[in-house]
DNA sequence: TCTGGGGTCCTAGGACCC
DNA sequence: TCTGGGGTCCTAGGACCC
């Protein structure tokens, strides 16, 4: 079939979060919503376009944003809830084809190459996907269509809110060279000041510049991609999604950590939640690495790779404190501790099980069957639980 | 304004091996 | 006596993305 060389499309929900918050409550609809933490070190997660207007950006600090809404406009996020309506959405996509890359809770690549017979053009299977979206969920995506990955996923950019936007094949470099290259994917703040200082502003500029000079600036890696992209070659985002490598959990607190104590119970309750994760998704970690903050803001790692598998939560708990000691977190506190397991391999292949370690398995394995079938608070450990812990509820329910 | 949480990938130096 | 080159793994830090 001539005239459908257009076969990637990029659909974006548009301001996801605050979306799915009108939905729960439709009284915030028509003014401005920022979604996000709401405690004094939260950031903003998801802008409504009222709020935008105001200049709310995601990213931006809360206690900044507050100050450009009016009051009542900031709701906390509701992740579950993003989840199921995500899970909503893939499935209407499925009804159209089953070649879907799931790229985050609010983003997909579709290719529609087999569905040229059911659409006269690339266009209408576009505004069919965004229409069964919006009928069924009531809820507004927006879809970029062209020849590759990458431009398709600029053109949703250019396509919001609530519209399409299609790259015609062949008129891909026209459509990049006038960029500012801030919009390619893979340029940060960071290395948007490194192609300032080289006197590059566009992607036009970076196609037009000596591609040894650029890799010797940026990297080998990064230069060479950028350089390829703006030649209109590579598509950086092409090829398999992601594999699961590490898994963690980290948390900022309200008020920065001093004691040692509190810091290691802090490690204690993420270890719980680190293995409950690592169970779930059927992963055991090889390296544990645990990450510090201080109240500078100033951020370090320390890592450690064992002969085996860490199974259990004690032994990543175990770990976890004696890299946290490696740090400076004792003298300077903190305010930001994480934990993450890499290096993960599969649950179900071969492994050596340390000795001692297979108690600890099965407490692990007996509390997420009482998780399982009580919810999540039904069961934890005692240091968890009290009055001295900052989110620790009534004892009398354990 | 004062900076979340969960990830991936790259770089660079040092250790170690052949 | 002093020294190659390549490859892989580990560790730490940093950039980036949603």
């Not at 500029?205 to 650029?214: N, R, V, W």
Request: net charge negative; charged share 25%; proline share 6%.
């Amino acid at each position: 079939v001539d005239g459908y060389l257009e076969r990637i499309v990029h659909l974006d929900m548009d301001a996801f979060f605050v979306e799915v918050e009108r939905l729960r409550d439709p009284s915030l609809r028509d003014r401005s919503v920022v979604v996000g933490g709401t405690g004094n070190r939260g950031v903003v997660a998801s802008a409504s376009y009222e709020a935008r207007q105001r200049g709310v950006t995601s990213g931006m600090p809360m206690a900044h944003a507050r100050r450009l809404v009016p009051p009542g406009s900031v709701v906390a996020p509701h992740h579950a809830a993003y989840r199921e309506v995500s899970d909503s959405v893939f499935s209407i996509l499925e009804g159209f084809t089953p070649s879907i890359e799931r790229i985050s809770v609010d983003e997909a690549f579709i290719d529609i190459g087999g569905l040229r017979l059911h659409y006269p053009s690339p266009t209408a299977c576009g505004e069919a996907m965004r229409s069964a979206i919006r009928e069924n969920l009531d809820l507004p995506a927006s879809v970029g269509v062209a020849t590759t990955r990458l431009v398709a996923k600029m053109a949703s950019r250019d396509a919001k809110p609530d519209g399409l936007y299609l790259v015609a094949a062949g008129s891909e470099l026209d459509y990049l060279n006038p960029k500012p290259v801030r919009s390619l994917w893979g340029v940060g703040e960071a290395t948007l000041a490194r192609l300032e200082e080289l006197g590059i502003a566009t992607i036009g500029d970076i196609a037009a510049f000596p591609q040894e000079t650029l890799t010797r600036r940026l990297g080998s890696a990064l230069g060479g991609m950028l350089w390829n992209v703006a030649q209109g070659r590579d598509d950086p985002l092409a090829g398999g999604g992601p594999v699961s490598h590490s898994i963690s959990v980290e948390e900022t607190f309200e008020i920065d950590l001093t004691a040692i104590e509190d810091m290691d119970r802090e490690l204690l309750g993420q270890a719980d939640r680190l293995t409950a994760r690592l169970r779930k998704a059927g992963f055991v970690p090889t390296t544990i690495a645990v990450k510090v903050r201080y109240p500078d803001f100033s951020t370090v790692s320390r890592s450690h790779t064992y002969s085996e598998p860490v199974a259990s939560s004690a032994a990543i708990y175990t770990a976890a404190r004696q890299l946290l000691r490696s740090t400076d977190a004792q003298r300077r506190g903190v305010r930001l501790i994480g934990l993450s397991g890499d290096g993960l391999v599969s649950l179900e292949g071969p492994r050596q099980l340390g000795l001692g370690d297979t108690t600890w398995e099965e407490i692990d394995e007996a509390m997420e069957g009482v998780r399982t079938r009580f919810g999540s608070d039904a069961v934890s450990r005692a240091r968890l639980v009290g009055p001295d812990h900052p989110t620790g509820e009534s004892p009398s329910r354990h």
